[in-house]
């Protein structure tokens, strides 16, 4: 049977027309990387091509003036790339280039060595400032000839890589290397539309195109390795070990390599799972496997088929290497597990893991472009973050007085966006001032989940395993899957999801007042006299309530809405509105008076912009959790008051 | 024992230490508890309490800065206040409490003594205590095993401890010298059972302390009302007998 899924697996893949075999030596003093890599690319467009865009994404870090060194700062999750000592920088060097056998090195250049290098149309017109310079992350070849449909090229370039001190997800700590982005990497050429090959920005992440890869690895016998891939082979020359991983239909391949890296191995159905944590980490070690097999459970959920390579690698770097950390690749992705501290219930370090494992879903078989639409690896998978979590944890963070999931987290991150960005552009596009994390990453998630709720989980996941059956090993674009969305969700499911990535629509349901009051006795004249009261008709009357809530809909979808009203009895009434004509007032009676009224009780708009507004409570039940939240904050007082006076 | 019975003949003077407590309870509960509860009137988190009541409605605008700012500057003057009280209270534990008037007179007389005294132990307890956690934090970040910072966090600790229950010993020594003296007396002598004693109470009350901030976050957030004000009076009741065993450490060196 397992063969048999095996099959269909590879029979369903298209066909690869890039090859990489790659080999390397680590040198662990110099902190560097060197060796060859020989690319076999086909065209398999039907448009000609004369030249051959490389990124070279390690040179972000060769200079304080690199697109990505400006636009962050030099800042990155919370890690600084140490300007005032270059030991601590890193870069590509391309120092040969043979072009099916022939030298080709006279017509490398850099990108920002090109006086026009707008008229390659690799980048896009806002993409490239003068004043940003200079910029290697991309090499150009230059062919003497175009390249026809249907053609293929042999490029064998040899190359150094000198790793930057642990930053932004790549590079060394003493012995430790992470190696991400370390070799050039071919762009991804896509016919009339040219070459789709981006600077290496701040917010942005990759794109390129799948491929076999065999990767011959140098380093030291102490060493322990993990990479994309699977291990092929192994030999030993004196104080060195070569080993070689080979895999097919894979757009990336990163390494690890430690002396100090210890190996736990556990298994998830055709799955061999190697968990690589530092000396130290062994407690935490049943925690990060399962995280990984929630990750791997939960996908294949949403995603309607199991993670089909038969290889994971989850490595757990060091803390001094964070910086390495929360970074996916293809069946290797890096962890972060802060401290041997951190509480049960806190499960970031879990939350972390099924990410970046849910990359390989989102971003690693769904290829899409990262540079130009992160909502579709970022927004996406941080939804399935959140899915796969809640099915497997329920809660990210789970104490007895705080529960939170990841649709919470993402509500209040997203609440907190006041700027004119949406999700719907390139990475470079979101305003510096911030933006681009929430609305890469939480607006999709609480959208998504409002998404589930009107349409029910049933067809919600049907789009989504269409979406992955359909697009797998593919590169899917915005109108991929907004087409799938229409298809099984309809037109109204589409627009929501169209108008949460182009637009700044909202949700807010608003219960503006509500009011409940017994029912005046009835005043009035007969006989244009007045009707005397009997004592009789004081005993007798039982009054009712008149109750009266007034809703409104402050955001820009019309969307029906539930309305319930709770009564002191326990008793309830439910209404229904449509969420059209701005507001609606709903008039009815009880015998009992009215407590609470509320919109939208089962919370299906999970993006609902402001909670506090949904309801107006006449009698308030949460009093006493507020004189306990008063408590617990003044005892602390007090105690930290002891302790600072503990010798006075 | 006898010092502790001797105290709690006193113990007008453990209770005055006491009050000073309970007033910083009380002057941060309640602006604390009238905000919250105003804050859950007529709207959703009046029926429904989840986490999104943290952040939208106390994390709001400027709320968490401004209550930081309130709890960080009431803290500040009630240590002022704590070094001012206590410049009464040993004058009332070397001879005779006779009646708060005096207290507090005598407290004026000797705050600024004590203060300067409390500067010049506090200080270089600190810089102390810096360079102990700057050691432990270069050997925790140095090693490839990531059991070292947990492992240095707690030698960084004891070491914090000790060093806070040998300067606190030196800091009241001389409190007492001044007070004999009339005039800024330092320390550095160790008198062998007082030492103990101070040694004693200070880490039972550290351990208190540490317990308690556990306990506190169990009884308060997890149980009904009625282990809410037990957990509230245990506090009280520990926080009284405290004092009472702060004061008996004290009495020993006069």
């Known amino acids: 049977m397992k063969k048999m899924i095996l099959i269909l697996i590879v029979a369903s893949l298209p066909a690869l027309a890039l090859d990489y075999n790659i080999s390397i030596t680590l040198n662990p003093k110099g902190e560097n990387i060197s060796g060859t890599e020989t690319i076999v690319w086909q065209n398999t467009s039907d448009t000609a091509t004369d030249i051959l865009p490389l990124h070279l994404y390690m040179n972000a870090f060769s200079n304080n003036r690199s697109v990505f060194a400006v636009e962050s700062g030099g800042k990155h999750r919370g890690n600084r790339m140490d300007e005032k000592e270059t030991k601590g920088f890193g870069y590509c060097k391309v120092t040969g280039i043979l072009l099916n056998g022939e030298n080709a090195m006279d017509t490398f250049r850099y990108i920002s060595d090109i006086p026009d290098a707008e008229s390659l149309g690799l980048c896009w017109k806002d993409e490239v400032t003068k004043t940003i310079k200079p910029d290697r992350t991309i090499g150009i070849i230059q062919l003497s000839k175009p390249l026809q449909p249907g053609e293929s090229v042999t490029l064998k370039i040899t190359f150094e890589t000198k790793f930057p001190r642990v930053f932004a997800r790549t590079g060394y700590w003493q012995t430790f290397f992470m190696a991400g982005q370390w070799y050039p990497k071919l762009a991804v050429f896509q016919g009339a539309k040219g070459w789709n090959c981006h600077l290496f920005h701040y917010n942005s992440e990759f794109f390129a195109d799948f491929a076999h890869y065999t990767v011959s690895l140098t380093v030291p016998q102490n060493y322990v390795v993990g990479a994309t ?420 | 024992m006898q010092t502790l019975k001797s105290v709690l003949k006193e113990h007008k003077l453990v209770t005055i230490l006491y009050l000073q407590e309970l007033a910083l309870f009380l002057i941060v509960f309640i602006p604390l508890a009238v905000w919250f509860h105003s804050q859950i009137s007529r709207n959703y988190f009046g029926t429904t309490l989840s986490v999104d009541f943290l952040f939208e409605v106390l994390t709001k605008g400027g709320a968490p800065v401004v209550a930081a700012l309130f709890i960080a500057l009431i803290l500040f003057l009630f240590i002022l206040f704590r070094i001012y009280l206590m410049g009464g209270i040993f004058d009332a534990l070397m001879g005779k409490y006779s009646g708060l008037p005096r207290l507090m007179s005598e407290g004026a007389t000797n705050f600024f003594r004590f203060w300067l005294l409390f500067m010049v132990y506090s200080v270089p307890l600190l810089i102390l205590s810096g360079i102990v956690g700057k050691f432990t934090g270069y050997l925790a970040s140095h090693s490839p095993n990531q059991a070292m910072p947990v492992i240095m966090m707690i030698a960084n600790h004891t070491t914090a401890i000790l060093l806070l229950v040998l300067f606190s010993f030196w800091h009241t020594t001389a409190r007492f010298k001044t007070l004999v003296n009339r005039r800024i007396k330092f320390s550095l002598s160790i008198q062998g059972k007082p030492f103990l004693w101070f040694a004693w109470y200070q880490l039972i009350s550290v351990t208190f302390l540490v317990v308690f901030a556990g306990l506190s976050v169990i009884l308060l957030t997890r149980a009904g009302t009625l282990l809410m004000i037990a957990g509230f009076l245990l506090m009280q009741i520990g926080l009284y007998g405290r004092n009472l065993f702060k004061l008996a450490s004290y009495k020993l060196l006069s």
Not at chain 1, 428 to 433: K, L, V, Y
Not at chain 1, 534 to 545: G, S
Not at chain 1, 602 to 622: E, F, G, H, M, V
Not at chain 1, 630 to 645: E, G, P, R
């Open chain 1, 229 to 648: 891939g699977y291990l092929e082979n192994e030999t030993n020359t004196g104080n060195t070990k070569t080993l070689t991983f080979a895999v097919d239909n894979v757009h990336d391949f990163a390494w690890t390599a430690w002396d100090h890296w210890k190996v736990a191995t556990d298994t998830w159905k055709h799955v061999k799972l190697f968990l690589l944590y530092p000396p130290g980490h062994e407690g935490t070690v049943q925690r990060q496997i399962e995280a990984l097999k929630a990750g791997l459970s939960g996908y294949a959920e949403l995603c309607g088929e199991d993670y089909p390579y038969k290889k994971f690698t989850l490595v757990d770097p060091p803390m001094q290497a964070a910086g390495a950390g929360g970074m996916e690749y293809p069946m290797l992705v890096t962890g972060m597990f802060p401290s041997t501290l951190l509480p049960a219930g806190v499960r970031i370090p879990e939350m972390v893991i099924v990410h970046e494992f849910g990359h390989n879903y989102f971003y690693g078989m769904l290829a899409s472009n990262e540079f130009e639409n992160a909502w579709m690896d970022e927004g996406m998978n941080s939804f399935a973050t959140a899915y796969a979590m809640e099915r497997h944890y329920k809660y990210d963070v789970d104490f007895p007085f705080l529960k939170m999931d990841g649709f919470d987290e993402a509500r209040m991150g997203f609440a907190s966006y006041k700027g004119p960005d949406f999700p719907g552009k390139a990475a470079w596009e979101f305003s510096p001032a911030g933006g681009y994390s929430n609305l890469s990453y939480n607006k999709p998630t609480i959208y998504f989940r409002t998404l589930e709720n009107m349409l029910g989980r049933e067809k919600f996941l049907q789009i989504f395993h269409t979406y992955f059956a359909r697009y797998k090993f593919k590169h899917p674009t915005p109108n991929d899957f907004l087409s799938v969305v229409k298809e099984i969700g309809g037109e109204q499911a589409e627009d929501f999801v169209r108008r949460m990535l182009y637009t700044r629509d909202i949700i807010d349901y608003a219960v503006t007042r509500a009011t409940s009051r017994k029912t005046p006795r009835f005043l009035g004249l007969k006989d244009f006299k007045p009707i005397p009261e009997t004592k009789k008709d004081k005993k007798k009357e039982k009054r009712k309530y008149e109750n009266t809530i007034i809703v409104e809909n402050r955001g820009d979808f019309r969307y029906p809405v539930t309305v319930v009203a709770t009564m002191k009895d326990g008793s309830r009434q439910e209404f229904e509105w449509d969420g059209c004509g701005g507001w609606h007032r709903f008039a009815f009676e009880s015998m009992s008076p009215m407590t609470v009224a509320i919109v939208d009780p089962d919370r299906i708009y999970a993006c609902d912009i402001s909670l506090k507004n949904n309801a107006i409570t006449l009698q308030p039940r949460t009093g006493s959790s507020m004189t306990k939240l008063a408590l617990t904050i003044s005892q602390f007082v007090q105690m930290v008051f002891n302790i600072t006076s503990l010798s006075i």
